[in-house]
């Protein structure tokens, strides 16, 4: 199997193999082509790639460290390398997402954008950069995340957006998203839906993966300045959509590591989905016999996707990369061992790729001296009231 097939422009169909696409509204084809002739022509342009790396370095706070994690490393038998998306404004890699789609907002001559949230990190990344360039933000959020989120939907607030809480179907991020895709469909002449992971009709899985790479070309470059010029043995990161894994993986899929994906248990749809569509894209998806979408489970609101991005299926299937789980008292082990080995609380979302390379090491399926660069998606602030609920 050749690397060199991975990861590169799905051309204009925005096909991964057998996933991806774009199976959506008539309405709404205008649309996504318009975002994809504006992304395409920005994305070569060497003033637009400048102004985003400006604000990349002087906004968010590029380059973000790769912090060698020496205690956690004697524990666990193998070298960890952390990658610090949490270092970032915000907290997570999603800022960088947002200022992307933001710049390309203005680009298009658009005034208002769209997000939907789960955990409420892109919610806060979204309505971060419309202050930021001075857009109009409306966030959709299931009603349950509302509750189980609140500071972050007061932070939004305060950022100047409109949070719509959802209260159809599982009123969780499945919902918000069709919400979304709804509004966009009756707004979309002066309104940019920025979607928050590599999910969604083309060109989304694309270009979120494109300005996510970032994370993942940063990182070799870290790690071949630490590690005598070699690669890691092996990249880890957490996946709820995939957008930080498929950034980090973009920078080591032409090398030899081994690529690993760790999904919450209650949301594994690379393990137990099945392909089928939704929200405009074909991948695996967690559903009934009967094509009914499920609802994904997991302790962290950012992980609760009854999908996964459409790359994803595609270089699971390829063998490229592979997919684990965690179950959440796995993480929650892993976020305490973490934050006492090396004083960093880390997101619930990152956890998990700890929780597993924690079993993976005690199991012995990652050789004792491996190199592992994992990253670390973000911080666990947000976090903080749930793991003090479930640990009293
Ligand atoms: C949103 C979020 C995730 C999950 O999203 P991906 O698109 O899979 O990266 C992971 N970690 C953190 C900290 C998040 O906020």
Same mark, same amino acid.
């Given at each position: 199997?050749?690397?060199?097939?991975?990861?590169?422009?799905?051309?204009?169909?925005?096909?991964?193999?057998?996933?991806?696409?774009?199976?959506?509204?008539?309405?709404?084809?205008?649309?996504?082509?318009?975002?994809?002739?504006?992304?395409?022509?920005?994305?070569?342009?060497?003033?637009?790639?400048?102004?985003?790396?400006?604000?990349?370095?002087?906004?968010?706070?590029?380059?973000?460290?790769?912090?060698?994690?020496?205690?956690?490393?004697?524990?666990?038998?193998?070298?960890?390398? %952390?990658?610090?998306?949490?270092?970032?404004?915000?907290?997570?890699?999603?800022?960088?997402?947002?200022?992307?789609?933001?710049?390309?907002?203005?680009?298009?001559?658009?005034?208002?954008?769209?997000?939907?949230?789960?955990?409420? /990190?892109?919610?806060?990344?979204?309505?971060?950069?419309?202050?930021?360039?001075?857009?109009?933000?409306?966030?959709?959020?299931?009603?349950?995340?509302?509750?189980? /989120?609140?500071?972050?939907?007061?932070? #939004?607030?305060?950022?100047?957006?409109?949070?719509?809480?959802?209260?159809?179907?599982?009123?969780?991020?499945?919902?918000?998203?069709?919400?979304?895709?709804?509004?966009?469909?009756?707004?979309?002449?002066?309104?940019?839906?920025?979607?928050?992971?590599?999910?969604?009709?083309?060109?989304?899985?694309?270009?979120?993966?494109?300005?996510?790479?970032?994370?993942?070309?940063?990182?070799?470059?870290?790690?071949?300045?630490?590690?005598?010029?070699?690669?890691?043995?092996?990249?880890?990161?957490?996946?709820?959509?995939?957008?930080?894994?498929?950034?980090?993986?973009?920078?080591?899929?032409?090398?030899?590591?081994?690529?690993?994906?760790?999904?919450?248990?209650?949301?594994?749809?690379?393990?137990?989905?099945?392909?089928?569509?939704?929200?405009?894209?074909?991948?695996?998806?967690?559903?009934?016999?009967?094509?009914?979408?499920?609802?994904?489970?997991?302790?962290?609101?950012?992980?609760?996707?009854?999908?996964?991005?459409?790359?994803?299926?595609?270089?699971?299937?390829?063998?490229?990369?592979?997919?684990?789980?965690?179950?959440?008292?796995?993480?929650?082990?892993?976020?305490?061992? %973490?934050?006492?080995?090396?004083?960093?609380?880390?997101?619930?979302?990152?956890?998990?790729?700890?929780?597993?390379?924690?079993?993976?090491?005690?199991?012995?399926?990652?050789?004792?001296?491996?190199?592992?660069?994992?990253?670390?998606?973000?911080?666990?602030?947000?976090?903080?009231?749930?793991? #003090?609920?479930? %640990?009293?």
């Amino acid at each position: 199997m050749s690397a060199a097939v991975h990861m590169t422009d799905p051309g204009p169909d925005g096909r991964f193999g057998d996933f991806g696409g774009r199976f959506i509204p008539e309405s709404l084809v205008p649309a996504c082509l318009e975002v994809e002739q504006a992304f395409r022509s920005a994305w070569a342009d060497p003033v637009f790639r400048g102004r985003l790396d400006d604000l990349l370095r002087d906004y968010a706070g590029r380059p973000t460290p790769v912090t060698e994690a020496k205690r956690l490393s004697e524990e666990l038998g193998v070298r960890i390398l %952390l990658k610090r998306e949490d270092l970032t404004h915000t907290g997570s890699h999603k800022i960088n997402n947002v200022l992307g789609q933001g710049l390309l907002t203005l680009q298009m001559g658009k005034t208002r954008m769209l997000a939907e949230t789960g955990a409420g /990190q892109h919610g806060v990344a979204s309505a971060t950069a419309a202050a930021l360039f001075g857009l109009e933000c409306v966030v959709y959020m299931g009603e349950v995340d509302t509750e189980r /989120q609140e500071l972050n939907v007061f932070r #939004m607030r305060l950022l100047g957006a409109e949070v719509r809480p959802v209260r159809s179907g599982s009123r969780t991020l499945k919902d918000a998203v069709n919400e979304a895709l709804r509004d966009w469909v009756a707004t979309v002449e002066h309104t940019h839906y920025c979607i928050g992971s590599v999910m969604g009709p083309h060109p989304f899985p694309w270009m979120v993966r494109e300005l996510q790479s970032v994370v993942g070309h940063e990182a070799r470059e870290q790690c071949r300045a630490l590690l005598g010029g070699a690669d890691p043995d092996l990249v880890l990161a957490c996946v709820g959509g995939g957008s930080n894994a498929a950034g980090t993986f973009a920078g080591f899929v032409e090398t030899g590591a081994d690529l690993v994906g760790v999904e919450a248990a209650g949301g594994a749809a690379m393990d137990r989905g099945i392909p089928g569509i939704l929200h405009g894209m074909r991948s695996y998806l967690l559903q009934d016999e009967w094509g009914q979408i499920l609802e994904a489970e997991s302790i962290s609101a950012g992980l609760d996707y009854p999908g996964i991005g459409p790359e994803h299926s595609y270089l699971g299937d390829s063998g490229r990369a592979r997919y684990a789980q965690a179950s959440d008292d796995e993480v929650l082990d892993a976020l305490q061992l %973490l934050a006492r080995t090396e004083g960093i609380i880390p997101a619930l979302e990152p956890a998990h790729a700890l929780a597993w390379l924690v079993g993976a090491t005690r199991r012995g399926e990652v050789e004792a001296g491996s190199t592992v660069l994992m990253t670390l998606s973000g911080r666990g602030d947000k976090d903080a009231e749930t793991v #003090m609920g479930l %640990l009293k």
